[in-house]
């Protein structure tokens, strides 16, 4: 499943499946973007960046993918476990600016 | 190995007091940021700091909040006389290298007004 994650929509996935999390930034000088998870009543915790010059980066379980060209993220989670419910911020990083400017957020939920 | 540090993680106050906010950055960490949060929204940018220095204040309402960091101690958000928009979860993160390394961040104060 996809989702536009801008303002806080919810993605359902069935345990096991991947999770594609979709994030449209808004300035063409961002240079450096992060994908953070916030479970509840805790803070963002870092999972995966990339750098403007890449178009594709991979860690464990997680895909990044960034298209220059329509300003479009997305997060991709293999294999989505329990543990991956949450919900998941992009942030772009405009060129020099040193600030984070986050997105609305998108609430993965996993049905056993 | 400690990661970014915040208390109070919840804080009470009246209307018309002062909140005092502390974040201890992670170890070797100089650059410390300030975010905002309301229910069901993404964190805003409030304050960039390093230490002793005030960078980038651009997302800070221009009465009432200050932001400090200095040299020795831990880095302090200070919202005075506060009112019920205030409420929300104020988050601190902190950063080696801001120009190439994610910025880390705090669980948080969750400041509610009476």
């Known amino acids: 499943g996809e989702s536009v994650g801008l303002h806080l929509p919810t993605l359902s996935v069935q345990e096991g499946d991947n999770s594609i999390i979709n994030c449209a930034y808004s300035?063409?000088?961002?240079?450096?973007f992060i994908w953070y998870k916030q479970e509840s009543g805790k803070g963002p915790q870092f999972i995966i960046d990339i750098r403007s010059n890449m178009d594709k980066r991979q860690g464990q379980r997680v895909t990044v993918l960034l298209n220059k060209t329509v300003k479009h993220l997305s997060l991709q989670i293999a294999a989505t476990q329990p543990g991956d419910s949450a919900v998941y911020f992009c942030?772009?990083?405009?060129?020099?600016?040193?600030?984070?400017?986050f997105g609305q957020g998108t609430r993965l939920t996993i049905n056993p | 190995n400690a990661g970014v540090m915040q208390n109070p993680r919840h804080l009470v106050r009246r209307r018309g007091q002062e909140a005092r906010l502390r974040c201890s950055p992670m170890k070797g960490h100089s650059h410390v940021y300030w975010y905002r949060q309301l229910p069901e929204e993404g964190l805003k940018f409030m304050v960039y700091l390093q230490k002793e220095n005030i960078i980038d204040e651009s997302g800070m309402p221009k009465e009432r909040f200050s932001a400090e960091f200095p040299k020795e101690g831990p880095s302090i958000l200070r919202i005075q006389q506060v009112v019920r928009g205030d409420s929300a979860a104020y988050f601190c993160?902190?950063?080696?290298?801001?120009?190439?390394?994610?910025?880390?961040f705090g669980d948080g104060t969750r400041l509610s007004i009476l």
């Open positions: 300035n063409s000088a961002s240079d450096y």
């Open positions: 942030a772009e990083n405009i060129g020099g600016a040193q600030k984070l400017v």
């Open positions: 993160a902190s950063s080696l290298d801001p120009s190439n390394q994610p910025q880390h």
